[in-house]
T-cell receptor, first 115, second 109 residues
């Protein structure tokens, strides 16, 4: 049981480049989330999904896009990388809505640097 | 005002000591409360949920004070392995959780 798997672990992008952060989970969770974590700050929600085909914006969605074609996969797309997107990105999933009390299962994170 | 505020620490304590710290939250409608643990350069992991009546899990005790809008975490008999950053997490709505920036605890031999 792998849980939540994120790839890549590290990436360096040049300004204006694009990339996709991959996230897959094998727990059959309907709810999936993308967070970013900046030094000295709490995790911020970028996008979330309540099931295949349904996504919604979180607190900091600008500059990102997501899709959810299957229950397992929830990729995050950066279209035009900017230095402000330098961060650690975490994908997470939960059995029930996170706010209802269901614990989040996090992936190992992706450290992204934009220069 | 931040949704969740924590003392960043660090709290440096010797093995065997007791350490306690709080976090405050701004949304009086919040219903779900958690402590997550995050090791250096790792992902957060759920330590424990926090219930209205307070709860214990081994050496860890969590308390909730709704009137003053804070939750606390107490670690008894600290171990070296307890060194980590502890994230206070509160629900904002059904899907959004508000994360504190974390309290760092370092347990020394």
């Amino acid at each position: 049981n792998a849980g939540v798997t994120q790839t890549p672990k590290f990436r360096i992008l040049k300004i204006g480049q694009s990339m996709t952060l991959q996230c897959t989970q094998d727990m059959n969770h309907n709810y999936m989330y993308w967070y970013r974590q900046d030094p000295g700050m709490g995790l911020k929600l970028i996008y979330y999904s309540v099931g295949a085909g349904i996504t919604d914006k979180g607190e900091v969605p600008n500059g990102y896009n997501v899709s959810r074609s299957t229950t397992e996969d929830f990729p995050l797309r950066l279209e035009l990388a900017a230095p402000s997107q330098t961060s650690v990105y975490f994908c997470a999933s939960s059995y029930s809505p996170a706010g209802s009390g269901s614990p989040l299962h996090f992936g190992n994170g992706t450290r992204l640097t934009v220069t | 005002r931040k949704e969740v505020e924590q003392d960043p620490g660090p709290f440096n304590v010797p093995e065997g000591a007791t350490v306690a710290f709080n976090c405050t939250y701004s949304n009086s409608a919040s219903q779900s409360f958690f402590w997550y643990r995050q090791d250096c350069r790792k992902e957060p992991k759920l330590l424990m949920s926090v219930y209205s009546s307070g709860n214990e899990d081994g050496r860890f005790t969590a308390q909730l004070n709704r009137a003053s809008q804070y939750i606390s975490l107490l670690i008894r008999d600290s171990k070296l392995s307890d060194s980590a950053t502890y994230l206070c997490v509160v629900n904002f709505n059904d899907y959004k959780l508000s994360f504190g920036a974390g309290t760092t605890v370092t347990v020394r031999a």
